[in-house]
């Protein structure tokens, strides 16, 4: 048994009842700890055994940690099986991950497309994820188009797209986007995957007695 969920029980025994703050402090714990497997196990506890509602922070969390862990059936299954209404920051959460892990290609249209037909409005983290993620894997065709989609929103290009594109050297790309992808202004990353996820950066096991 893990010391995270060791301490979950000694609370049990004491008299203090978990709820869903509480089953997130330990799932965001359990995956630190390297335990994929036993954030599944106690997801499941929640849910099946203590009847407690995860909340959007719960799922964040899970999308994240599974994808660190490359368990991409398991995302799968939190995705589409657990009726939990994602926000941007869960579906930018993705495409991070995807981009990281070289699975960019793994439906990265679809997931775009998805967010628009859920009605949740992209916003710069998106799109500079998306921008990424299509340097990674070389596939330039759309990145233009994502560009002028950002300019009408007036987002910007961060620091880390900027510094990306400084690494292309294709020969058939237009000199016109790479203009475009290296401007003389931009602005710092506004913060890291952990931002995207609500509550996760200051969870407290909020137990009661």
Aim: charged share 25%; aromatic share 10%.
């Amino acid at each position: 048994m893990s010391i995270a969920i060791g301490l979950l029980r000694i609370m049990e025994e004491r008299g203090y009842i978990p709820n869903a703050i509480t089953y997130n402090t330990f799932i965001d714990s359990l995956f630190n700890d390297e335990k994929p497997d036993d954030v599944l196990k106690l997801f499941k506890e929640m849910v099946f055994e203590k009847w407690i509602l995860p909340d959007v922070v719960t799922y964040n969390c899970l999308i994240h940690g599974l994808c660190k862990y490359c368990r991409w059936d398991e995302v799968y299954k939190v995705t589409k099986e657990y009726r939990i209404s994602p926000i941007v920051e869960t579906y930018n959460i993705l495409l991070d991950n995807l981009c990281k892990k070289r699975r960019y290609c793994d439906g990265r249209e679809a997931l775009f497309l998805e967010i628009q037909g859920n009605g949740i409005q992209p916003n710069e983290v998106t799109y500079n994820t998306m921008i990424q993620g299509y340097i990674w894997n070389k596939v330039y065709d759309d990145i233009e188009l994502l560009v002028t989609e950002m300019q009408i929103n007036h987002f910007s290009l961060h620091a880390s797209t900027c510094n990306l594109t400084n690494k292309i050297h294709d020969e058939s790309l237009p000199t016109t986007l790479l203009e475009k992808l290296r401007p003389k202004e931009f602005v710092e990353d506004p913060f890291p995957v952990e931002k995207m996820m609500p509550g996760i950066s200051s969870l407290s096991p909020n137990l009661e007695k």
